[in-house]
């Protein structure tokens, strides 16, 4: 399957619970560093739904 490489790239310090809960859900702990998915439907409403706060690279 496609993979792709997301890093979260701004803080989610006032940001409100549902998008810090997916943050974290997509296994983002840090800014600027990456983490790599496989490309699933459920993953990519999660990256639309933060899309701002996130860089994402198609592997």
Do not use: C, F, W, Y
């Not at 490489?5 to 943050?23: A, L």
């Not at 999660?46 to 198609?58: A, F, G, P, T």
């Amino acid at each position: 399957m496609a993979k792709v490489i997301i890093t979260q790239v701004r803080s989610t310090i006032n940001r409100p619970k549902r998008q810090k809960d997916t943050i974290k859900a997509l296994g983002l702990k840090k800014l600027n560093v990456p983490v790599e998915k496989e490309v699933t439907p459920q993953i990519m409403g999660m990256i639309n739904k933060v899309s701002h706060l996130l860089k994402v690279e198609q592997k």
